[in-house]
């Protein structure tokens, strides 16, 4: 799978024209440009865009991408900030891993939700969003040139990994791909705070953090 295939059914140079990616990449330049991307609907209910936050790209060896900012993240302006923030955080230590050291992204840069009362409940983005905002990935990824990078849950295994992909099957396997030299996946975050009770919570928890583990030791050993 290379940095610029898709499943979508959009050629890239099709997104890349919808997207305002600026000529000259930077963090600054791109978190800027993101904020007048038009290339879906998503934009007229989002407070703002939502681009990746982490070290300068020379020092960071890992990626992290999930699917999307959720209600928090989309009101702060970074992503995992919120509730499945939180639970990532406490996987990142349990495994050995500083959150600092690592640059956190999602798929799509804007939150999708629909209206419940005063609240907005997040909804999982189709595969149009995902390929309008490819080209804002796909940038990150020049930017970043992670050695390691880890999916968090379906979405963005899908989008970078292919249709085929699937969490119960293949989390924690290392993944044949040119994204980086080591790429794997895992569940989202949001998956362990759904389970149903405590103990259910902890046994998903272990497991992330056992997936997170493995990149820790691989990073370790490159």
Same mark, same amino acid.
């Given at each position: 799978m290379t940095l610029f295939d898709n499943d979508a059914g959009v050629p890239h140079d099709e997104q890349s024209a919808r997207a305002p990616i600026p000529d000259r990449l930077s963090f600054k330049a791109l978190r800027e440009a993101a904020q007048g991307c038009r290339a879906c609907e998503l934009w007229e209910g989002a407070t703002q865009a939502v681009v990746g936050t982490g070290p300068s790209p020379s020092k960071a060896r890992l990626m992290l991408v999930g699917e999307q900012p959720g209600d928090r993240e989309d009101v702060e302006g970074l992503p995992f900030v919120g509730p499945a923030g939180r639970v990532l955080d406490q996987g990142l230590?349990?495994?050995?891993i500083a959150r600092g050291d690592a640059y956190i992204t999602n798929v799509v840069k804007h939150f999708r939700y629909k209206l419940r009362g005063k609240r907005r409940i997040h909804q999982t983005p189709e595969r149009a969003h995902v390929a309008a905002c490819r080209p804002w990935l796909n940038a990150e990824l020049k930017l970043v040139k992670p050695e390691a990078l880890v999916c968090l849950g =379906?979405? =963005?295994?899908q989008a970078l990994l292919g249709s085929q992909v699937r969490i119960g099957h293949d989390r924690?396997?290392?993944? /044949?791909? /040119?994204?980086?030299?080591h790429v794997t996946l895992t569940t989202h975050p949001s998956a362990i705070l759904r389970q149903r009770d405590d103990a259910e919570r902890a046994e998903a928890m272990d497991a992330f953090v056992e997936d997170l583990t493995q990149v820790a030791r691989w990073l370790a050993r490159n």
């Open positions: 230590e349990r495994a050995g =379906a979405t =963005a295994a924690g396997r290392p993944m /044949d791909s /040119d994204l980086a030299r």
